[in-house]
C-alpha cells in the first residue's frame, strides 16, 4: 500500500498553535483533582483526561493522513480547537452543571474530525474512517448523554464512552486502511509530552505567587524544575529518538499496534502521572517548605511513579530497550513519600529529582551490560 502523497513528513507551526489547546487542557484537568483531593475527584480526572485524549490523538491521526497546509483544512484544525477549548472549559464541572457544554463541544470535535478524512484523505483512510466514525459518534454521544444525567448513572455513562474508546481498535482494526507517518507521528506525540512537563512546571512556580522570594522557597521551585528535567530525561534522552527509529522500521499491524498502544496507551499513562504530581504541587503550594499531608505527598510520588511505568510501557510496546529500568524506578520514585509527610514539599520533590536520576543511571548500567554501550 502506498502512502498518502499529501501526508505531511513534519510537525506544522498551525499543529503546533492546535496543540497549545492542550496545556489549558492540563491545568483544567489538574484543576479536578484541586478542587477534589481524594479518589473520587482522581478518577473523574482520569476518565475525563481519557476521553479527551482519545479524540485528541484522532486529530493527530488526522493530521498524519492529510496535510493541514489547504485553506479549508487549515479551518477546520481552528474549528477542532475552538471545540477542544470549550471542552477545557467544562472540564473541571463536566460531571455537573457544565455537562451539556463539555458533550456538545466533544460531539462538535469528534464531526470536525470525520470532515477532515471527508476533505481528502485518499479512498483507503477514508474507508477507515467510516468503520471508525460509529464509534466515535456512539462514545461522544454517550458523553453528551452524561450532561443531562446525575449521580451513578453519570459515572455509567461517562465509563461506557471510555469503554466504547477502548474497545474500538478491536472493532475497526486500523491497520486496514492507515498508513501512519512515523516520523510525524512521533514528533507530534514527543512535542505532548513535552507541553505537559511545561505545565508541571507552571503549577510548581504557582508556589511562588503572593509569597517572597527566599532561600527556602527558591529551593522548593528548584527542587520541583529539576524533578521535571528528570521526568524529561527519561522520555527526550535517547528514548524518544530510538523509539522513533523503530516505529519508522516497524510496517503494517505492528506499526498501527505500536502507534496504539505506545504512542496512544503508553502516552497517555506518563500524561496522567506528569498531572498527579502536577496537581500534588498545586495542592502543596502553602506548604512547599514544610510538612505535606499523606494525599498530597502520595499525589507527587505516585504521579512521577506513573510517569515511569508509562515509559517502562513504551519501551516494552516500542521494543528499543528494556523496560526493566523504568519499571525499577516506580518504587523509587514511592520511596520519596516520607519526605514529603516528615519533611515538605521541596524536599519530596528533590528526592523525586535524585531517585529518578538514580533510576536512570541504572537504566545506562543494565543497556551497557547488554550492549557495550551507553545511549546518549
Request: proline share 4%; hydrophobic share 55%; aromatic share 10%.
Amino acid at each position: 500500500m502506498k502512502p498518502n502523497l499529501a501526508a505531511p513528513d513534519r510537525v506544522s507551526t498551525l499543529e503546533l498553535f492546535f496543540d497549545l489547546v492542550f496545556v489549558f487542557t492540563i491545568t483544567q484537568v489538574s484543576t479536578v483533582i484541586v478542587r477534589s483531593p481524594d479518589a473520587r475527584g482522581l478518577a473523574r480526572a482520569a476518565i475525563e483526561l481519557a476521553v479527551i485524549c482519545w479524540m485528541y490523538g484522532g486529530y493527530a491521526w488526522m493530521t498524519n493522513a492529510v496535510s493541514s497546509e489547504r485553506w479549508d483544512r487549515r479551518l477546520l484544525l481552528l474549528l477542532g480547537m475552538g471545540g477542544f477549548f470549550t471542552c477545557s472549559l467544562a472540564v473541571p464541572r463536566a460531571f455537573d452543571e457544565d455537562g451539556i457544554v463539555f458533550g456538545a463541544a466533544y460531539l462538535f470535535v469528534t464531526l470536525v474530525h470525520l470532515s477532515g478524512f471527508l476533505l481528502g484523505s485518499g479512498r483507503t483512510p477514508l474507508r477507515a474512517i467510516l468503520r471508525l466514525a460509529p464509534w466515535n459518534l456512539l462514545s461522544a454521544g454517550l458523553v453528551l448523554a452524561a450532561g443531562w444525567a446525575y449521580g451513578t448513572a453519570d459515572w455509567w455513562l461517562w465509563g461506557g464512552a471510555l469503554a466504547v474508546q477502548l474497545l474500538t481498535p478491536f472493532f475497526s482494526r486500523a491497520d486496514e486502511g492507515f498508513v501512519v507517518n512515523a516520523t510525524h507521528f512521533a514528533e507530534r506525540h514527543g512535542l505532548v509530552i513535552l507541553i505537559v512537563l511545561g505545565e508541571s512546571i507552571v503549577s510548581i512556580g504557582l508556589a511562588a505567587e503572593d509569597r517572597r522570594v527566599d532561600l527556602p522557597l527558591l529551593f522548593g521551585a528548584i527542587a520541583g524544575l529539576m524533578a521535571v528535567a528528570a521526568m524529561w530525561r527519561a522520555y527526550f534522552i535517547a528514548d524518544d529518538t530510538r523509539a522513533a527509529e523503530a516505529f519508522e522500521r516497524a510496517s503494517g499491524p505492528v506499526r498501527t499496534d505500536q502507534a496504539l498502544l505506545g504512542y496512544g496507551l503508553a502516552h497517555l499513562v506518563m500524561i496522567d502521572g506528569v498531572i498527579a504530581m502536577a496537581a500534588g504541587a498545586r495542592l502543596s503550594i502553602h506548604q512547599l517548605t514544610s510538612a505535606v499531608p499523606s494525599w498530597d505527598a502520595w499525589l507527587i510520588a505516585g504521579g512521577a511513579a506513573l510517569f515511569m511505568a508509562g515509559s517502562a510501557l513504551f519501551r516494552r510496546v516500542m521494543g528499543f530497550a528494556s523496560p526493566w529500568p523504568r519499571l525499577a524506578g516506580v518504587p523509587l520514585c514511592l520511596a520519596a513519600v516520607p519526605a514529603g509527610i516528615r519533611g515538605s514539599a521541596a524536599a519530596e520533590l528533590a528526592a523525586l529529582a535524585a531517585l529518578i536520576t538514580l533510576a536512570l543511571l541504572l537504566d545506562h548500567l543494565v543497556e551497557w551490560r547488554t550492549t557495550g554501550r551507553v545511549a546518549r
